[in-house]
């Protein structure tokens, strides 16, 4: 079982950066792909982020590359998503996941574990 526990989350002007951070508890965390998706009023969950156990080749959707910084700590069981030069199109509930494969997916159904989700609101 894993547990997993967002925080970070805030309110920024445009511009800004925020960094969340996704604590994990269980041993699952130390063999799975992590995501961070968002969930914005009246549309769906989409993945922003996700990283495998390595780190490496990250995956990041178009409307955050280049902005968005993923990263894991396995010895924390901590995953970091950095945020920066925010726009108001940012504004969403965002959750962290973990899975048992290692494998990076977008879809939200094939992640095991969900956290609590923390919000962030970007002001124009």
């Known amino acids: 079982q894993v547990q997993l526990v967002e925080s970070g989350g805030g309110a920024v002007q445009a511009g800004g950066s925020l960094r969340l951070s996704c604590a994990a508890s269980?041993?699952?965390?130390?063999?799975?792909?992590m995501g961070w998706f968002r969930q914005a009023a009246g549309k769906e969950r989409e993945l922003v982020a996700a990283?495998?156990?390595?780190?490496?080749?990250?995956f990041y959707g178009d409307s955050v590359k280049g902005r968005f910084t993923i990263s894991r700590d396995n010895a924390k069981k901590t995953v970091y998503l950095q945020m920066n030069s925010l726009k108001p199109e940012d504004t969403a509930d965002y959750y962290c996941a973990a899975r048992g494969s290692n494998f990076i997916t977008k879809l939200p159904s094939l992640y095991d574990y969900w956290g609590q989700g923390t919000q962030v609101t970007v002001s124009s």
């Open positions: 990283i495998n156990w390595s780190g490496g080749l990250p």
């Open positions: 269980g041993r699952a965390f130390n063999s799975g792909a």
